[in-house]
């Protein structure tokens, strides 16, 4: 059976959104097929293109999150480059922002007006607070979302700081549910004709990813706060984080069939049958008896050992990875994780996949991120534009590309 064309293929995506959230939602989007064009500022660009790692004056960052687009520059607050802009919107289906709420509007490109003109556009806001609410004109990055939603407060160790989440959460997971969001709408615009506009929130986003300490508080009427326990899960035991004489693993024995495997291996069938040990709510009353007694028994051995024997016994476990660790599994690898790019200044590079697997979608490459408006005359020349008038806005710095060399060496 042959394989269909990408999901997405047909549809086009303005992307106007710089740094993360926004840039995330249309870089998948592409991945799943779509046309993505992307927007970005006269001379500065997206601020994502100041942000390292820099290899020769280009950015990993921005690399990473705007690959498969196409790249336009172009200077909105110029009449001309306002009329580009809104004829782009008029032939496009999807529109990604991350401004703070009302920027676009008072620019002439808020959902209102573009809606009016392309009643099927499905507008997609992503922003800190959200389009609504008493702290929607504020504004805010992961960071913020992240310690608002109460998900900081409740890593690390008792009695000190939390410490920063070293991955952007509040962002990927908020691009994750536009994306979610974008497809929902574009099926539903099949049977209305009519678009949406969805309102991403970082802050709603973290909320909603409490899958137990919201309604531990909620439930006990306010009496109970869920608070940091460091490496370990008191009301799942044992989940966490132990040492070995080499290096860190995580074991997952928290079901009662798992920590008996774990129990027998590092006790024998008499810490198997042990009361104290034998359910859940048992093992949480005496977790610290728990955990000292698998920490015990790692805390002694190689890393390669313990994982050895706990994969022999059948108990969920892991080593902690480093980034260099994780790329290089062969698994990851096997998964198709990891894109080999030619980039047209850099050579080779290598960037990460977004964990999109079809059973019947033909997979097709992923260009490299644009170069700042690397694309301008493609685009303005679809949209009816003449040569001589793109030449006018190239003169006039409505249009702006910086300066590259094309590359004409011939691909393996």
Not at 149 to 176: N, T
Not at 302 to 307: A, H, P, V
Not at 345 to 373: K, R, W, Y
Request: glycine share 10%; charged share 20%; with cysteine.
């Amino acid at each position: 059976m042959s394989k269909q064309a990408q999901l997405l293929k047909g549809i086009r995506v303005v992307d106007y959104s710089h740094f993360l959230a926004g840039p995330y939602v249309s870089r998948c989007l592409a991945a799943l097929g779509a046309e993505v064009i992307k927007v970005e500022r006269p001379k500065v660009g997206d601020a994502g293109r100041s942000h390292p790692y820099f290899i020769e004056g280009q950015s990993g960052y921005f690399l990473q999150q705007n690959m498969g687009k196409k790249g336009l520059c172009v200077d909105v607050k110029d009449p001309r480059g306002l009329e580009l802009m809104k004829k782009l919107v008029r032939e496009s289906d999807v529109l990604v922002e991350n401004y703070r709420p009302g920027t676009l509007k008072k620019l002439g490109l808020g959902y209102e007006e573009l809606s009016a003109e392309n009643p099927g556009l499905v507008y997609c806001s992503v922003s800190a607070f959200g389009q609504t609410g008493v702290d929607s004109d504020r504004a805010g990055f992961g960071l913020i979302a992240e310690a608002k939603s109460g998900a900081m407060d409740l890593i690390g160790h008792p009695g000190e700081m939390p410490p920063l989440f070293r991955m952007p959460v509040a962002d990927m997971y908020a691009g994750a549910h536009g994306v979610a969001a974008v497809c929902a709408a574009l099926l539903g615009r099949h049977g209305t004709g009519r678009g949406q506009h969805i309102d991403i929130a970082l802050y709603d986003c973290m909320l909603s990813m409490h899958d137990f300490a919201a309604q531990f508080h909620t439930l006990s009427g306010g009496k109970e706060v869920v608070k940091r326990s460091g490496h370990y899960l008191p009301q799942s035991t044992v989940y966490g984080v132990f040492p070995a004489k080499d290096g860190c693993l995580v074991i997952a024995a928290q079901v009662d069939d798992s920590w008996k495997r774990l129990a027998r291996l590092i006790g024998g069938e008499a810490l198997a049958e042990d009361r104290r040990f034998s359910h859940a709510a048992s093992r949480n009353a005496h977790g610290s008896e728990a955990i000292a007694l698998v920490k015990s028994w790692t805390e002694v051995r190689n890393l390669e050992d313990c994982l050895a024997a706990l994969d022999q016994a059948g108990v969920p476990c892991a080593r902690v990875q480093s980034i260099a660790q994780a790329l290089a599994d062969p698994h990851i690898k096997s998964r198709g994780m990891l894109l080999e790019q030619h980039h047209s200044q850099l050579g080779p590079i290598t960037m990460l996949n977004v964990p999109f697997n079809f059973s019947d979608v033909e997979p097709h490459a992923m260009d490299v991120a644009p170069l700042l408006g690397q694309h301008n005359s493609e685009i303005a020349f679809d949209l009816g534009y003449s040569d001589t008038e793109i030449s006018a806005m190239q003169r006039d710095g409505v249009l702006y590309s910086e300066p590259y060399e094309a590359d004409t060496s011939v691909k393996a």
